[in-house]
């Protein structure tokens, strides 16, 4: 498979930036508990949409996994892809 690297390379770079969103998230989150008395309300708010975001890099992992488990199938199809000439005689 010619673009197998390519495809490898770019689902690396996804999870890497994946990771770097979550981070940036329990910074954040780091940060928001810092200030000590906040308005309860908007930080609910805040706090829910956080955890969505981080649960949303999760996901983006998950599929990652199963892009590589695909793509290792799909690289070893390569011996069966073609037909030898003799056999479609």
């Known amino acids: 498979m010619q673009v197998a690297s390519e495809i490898k390379s770019a689902v690396d770079n996804i999870k890497y930036y994946s990771q770097k969103i979550s981070e940036l998230v329990k910074q954040q989150i780091e940060l928001d508990v ?40 799909a690289v070893e199809q390569d011996k069966k892809l073609h037909i030898p ?3 479609m005689q």
């Open 85 to 87: 000439e003799e056999a």
């Open 34 to 73: 810092r200030i000590g008395n906040i308005n309860t309300q908007v930080g609910s708010v805040r706090f829910d949409c956080l955890g969505a975001i981080d649960s949303g890099a999760s996901w983006i992992d998950t599929y990652c996994y199963n892009i590589e488990a695909k793509l290792k199938v």
